[in-house]
């Protein structure tokens, strides 16, 4: 009970089914009710990236489950967790769609664990940009199928024939009768009846809801402070826990030399050691936080030296400098043609070196857990997650029961990012469970902001060199690239996902559109001691920026222009030509600068192109200088993500991911000395302000393309986007972010 980093992604048996919750028994409990899950087959399933890429144990069934009620309420239990991303009301588009029901009679909550909810590769994941194109095809031919045998269940009912009846907004119709049916009314009888397998969907000219605007279903809860987050829980009987971490990770609490003292503060209960921090208990989150900050902890001693563990010499720029000496053995990533052979014989090259810090998820709502154990011993437990099956594991681990006495509540996300993978010590979770058995009350932990930034799990520390040849007519005739670390895919599913290179550390470097005749990209595997996680849009949050800025690096060696000479690299891929012809008719058409704006200031663009999880973008940025620090006044971005459900959704999550994109690379950083986080809160981890936040110009082009993510993919491109603008504008190449440690001046 005391091991806090079960190996639970190292099993390759299927998580066992929660028998309170099977499908029978789920049935038997609905009174009524229509319930109806559908498998997704196999050729609806795309290839994913990110967490996403976890390949799917063959025959796994996938479900999804709708369920009508007789008093016509209607749910949908979502395989995925709402965060904001809005697949709330995706899923209810496309259902509703096929069903012939209004979004907005849809009440959606995300199911409980379950192997029927596997939809993402076979396993259940909410991440990767991948909720809507993994589910898509099931949930209409959910919708369907349920549609189809309501009308069987009203033919019978009706005297008619299934095909003299149709439908309209939760009610079966017989036009020529006048008599109809609401959808409530015919759940028992339709619930009777055997699905077919051979519904047809509708067509896509006739759609009214798919690749429509519709208003987000939980638009009026947020906008009245209705909306439920984890931190707003509250259980009878419930006690507060507030926790103080060891200063370095991996040390344990040796002695509390004033514990008796703390104990009879107003309001605490118990002072209780935990694997890496100690906790106080009492009635109140003030009282307990109040407690741990009285506590004076003798924690034992980190390593002196090293890198294999967070010693206490460890920094940030040590680290950096291991990826860069690094002499580790390589894996050949991607090859075509003869890199070297064509390397040796160019007229000219151009090599540069780029790294990326650690960053922060910063969520505004601090990491909080409950839980509660029931007189059978079960266990109940209110997490914020993205995976509901691997928290449910790990939490039966620590509490040593099997995963069927665990019930997982997974309440909607203030704050996404990532930050809700199991990474470890970086979630409270365990803490809870750990407090709630030796009180014999339900606990809730709730951390600090400081605590947070402390704990929390960094996206890691990137590095990539490159060596770009360039024949005589300035083209690019060869470029070599080689990425140095770790990545979250090898370091959290390693043991499942069983490729020798880590697709995390070079996504974003390899399958670049771009028609260099000769490439090649080596990965090298540097561990690193802290605690990793995927963070919004993983490797392309840097290697993007990396590929993108060295591009026109290449472009300036060759005496082109950067984007005259994506157009003549693109020149045989359609789609991502009028991607890039799209940003810049967005943009008012392309001019790099540096010119004057109307306002009298001095600026420059920058463009970029990005590939990130099934989608293409296009990004073009407009920067001046203010006081040393580049300022952006506009984003362009074009995206195609093949086929959209919701395009006000999409425009909003393309703006959102496009402000944190903005935020990493001008701000944010995770600095570590002496082997520890220098930011314990947002003083002194800035992140992108209102007076920063540029204007965000989104162009949605649907090419009719496979489905791809919208939640990442409006990330990469800006980093690298932006900073070109500033070479432009300064003759300064920044290859080293965020721009923030860098005084920018003018050319």
């Known amino acids: 009970m005391n091991d806090l980093t079960p190996l639970l992604l190292t099993d390759h048996r299927a998580p066992e089914p929660v028998r309170n919750l099977s499908r029978r028994g789920f049935l038997g409990a609905a009174s009524g009710a229509l319930l109806l899950g559908i498998g997704l087959p196999t050729e ?13 144990k063959p025959g796994t069934r996938v479900a999804a489950f709708l369920e009508i009620r007789p008093d016509d309420s209607v749910r949908l239990l979502s395989p995925f967790v709402e965060g904001g991303q809005g697949i709330n009301t995706g899923l209810a588009q496309t259902i509703g769609e096929e069903l012939d029901l209004d979004p907005s009679r849809f009440a959606v909550e995300c199911a409980p664990p379950g192997p029927d909810y596997a939809v993402v590769n076979g396993l259940r994941l909410t991440g990767g940009s991948f909720s809507t194109r993994s589910s898509f095809e099931a949930m209409r031919r959910l919708g369907a199928t349920a549609r189809e045998m309501l009308i069987r269940a009203a033919a019978a009912k009706l005297g008619t024939q299934p095909d003299q009846l149709t439908t309209e907004n939760g009610r079966v119709v017989h036009a020529a009768s006048g008599r109809s049916l609401g959808y409530g009314a015919l759940a028992e009888s339709a619930l009777a009846l055997k699905p077919r397998e051979d519904v047809p969907l509708r067509d896509p000219a006739s759609f009214r809801y798919i690749g429509k605007p519709v208003p987000r279903l939980d638009m009026r809860d947020k906008s009245t402070g209705r909306a439920t987050y984890a931190i707003d829980l509250a259980i009878d009987g419930m006690l507060h826990a507030a926790v103080v971490h060891a200063p370095h990770l991996g040390t344990e609490p040796e002695a509390i030399a004033n514990e008796s003292d703390v104990a009879a503060m107003p309001g605490v209960g118990s002072i ?40 206490e010499a460890f920094s940030s720029a040590a680290m950096r400098e291991a990826l860069k000496v690094s002499q580790a053995a390589l894996l050949v990533a991607e090859q075509e043609g003869d890199a070297e052979r064509a390397l040796g014989s160019a007229a000219k090259i151009v090599e540069a070196e780029y790294d990326a810090p650690y960053l922060a998820h910063a969520q505004l709502e601090p990491p909080s857990s409950i839980a509660r154990f029931s007189d059978d011993g079960s266990l109940d437990l209110w997490v914020p997650n993205q995976m509901p099956e691997v928290f449910q594991q790990v939490a039966a681990k620590v509490a040593g029961l099997q995963p069927d006495s665990v019930r997982i509540h997974s309440p909607m996300l203030g704050g996404f990012f990532g930050r809700h993978f199991y990474y470890g010590p970086a979630n409270p979770f365990p803490q809870a469970i750990l407090l709630a058995r030796a009180t014999g009350r339900p606990v809730r932990v709730l951390w600090s902001r400081e605590e947070e930034f402390g704990m929390d799990a960094v996206r890691p520390l990137g590095f ?60 090298v595997k540097v561990p690193q001691p802290v605690t990793i996680a995927f963070w919004r849009s993983v490797g392309h949050s840097m290697n993007d920026f990396f590929y993108e800025s060295f591009l026109d690096e290449v472009a300036e060696a060759g005496g082109m222009d950067p984007f005259d000479l994506r157009l003549a690299l693109l020149k045989d891929s359609p789609r991502h030509l009028t991607l890039l012809r799209t940003v810049a008719g967005l943009a008012g058409g ?26 293409e973008t296009a990004t073009v940025a407009e920067v001046s200088l203010k006081d040393g620090e580049a300022r952006v006044h506009d984003l362009w971005i074009a995206i195609d993500p093949g086929r959209v459900v919701n395009p006000a959704i999409v425009e909003r999550q393309v703006e959102g991911a496009a402000a ?42 649907e090419s009719g393309a496979p489905m ?11 980093p690298p986007a932006v900073v070109n603008a500033v070479a432009a504008l300064t003759g300064q190449r920044v290859r080293s972010l965020p721009l923030a440690k860098t005084r920018l001046s003018g050319a």
């Open 590 to 615: 392309w001019k790099r600068g540096p010119f004057d704006a109307p306002d009298g200031t001095r600026r420059a663009r920058g463009v970029s192109m990005a590939s990130p999880f099934g989608s």
């Open 464 to 523: 990539v060199r490159f060596r770009a040849g360039i024949g005589p007519d300035g083209m690019p005739v060869a470029i070599h690239t080689r990425a140095v670390g770790e990545g979250p895919i090898g370091r959290w599913f390693g043991a499942v996902f069983k490729e020798p290179v880590d697709s995390s550390v070079v996504e974003g470097l390899d399958r670049k559109p771009y028609a260099i005749p000769n490439r090649k990209l080596d990965y």
């Open 660 to 701: 944190l994109g903005l935020s990493a690379t001008l701000l944010e950083q995770v600095v570590y000395e002496g082997g520890q986080r220098q930011a314990r809160n947002f003083d002194a981890y800035p992140v992108l302000d209102r007076e920063r936040m540029p204007q965000v110009h989104v162009a949605i082009v």
């Open 44 to 56: 609806a399933r795309a290839q994913a990236e990110g967490a996403g890429a976890v390949a799917p």
């Open 272 to 311: 209780h050691r935990l694997p890496g921090a100690v906790a106080v208990v009492a009635d109140t989150w003030w009282h307990a936080r109040k407690g741990v900050e009285a506590l004076q902890v003798t924690w034992t001693k980190p390593a002196a030296q090293g890198l294999d563990t967070v010693s």
């Open 708 to 718: 791809g993510g919208i939640g990442e993919p409006g990330l990469p491109g800006v």
